[in-house]
């Protein structure tokens, strides 16, 4: 079985501990991103309350129970 070299070094000779190191960090790395969630329905959106308009009267409107 051959092994392929992952992490190769352009310059200086890294000890071990520092090798050790650069293999913690990198493996500590979440995988990769989660895949985007499917299209949101607007349905579960339209049963949430609506912001009050702009205008006149609208401060006292966000104080309302709605």
């Known amino acids: 079985m051959s092994e392929q070299m992952v ?3 352009e ?3 890294p000890t ?3 090798v ?4 913690a960090v990198l493996s500590a790395r979440p995988a990769g991103a989660a895949a985007p969630a499917g299209p949101v ?3 579960w959106r339209s ?4 912001a009050p308009a702009a205008g006149p ?3 006292r409107a966000s104080g309302l129970p709605r």
């Open 41 to 43: 329905s607007a349905w």
């Open 7 to 9: 992490i190769r070094f």
């Open 47 to 50: 049963g949430l309350p609506a």
């Open 57 to 59: 009267g609208a401060w």
């Open 20 to 23: 050790a190191a650069l293999v």
């Open 11 to 13: 310059r200086g000779t």
């Open 16 to 18: 071990a501990e520092e």
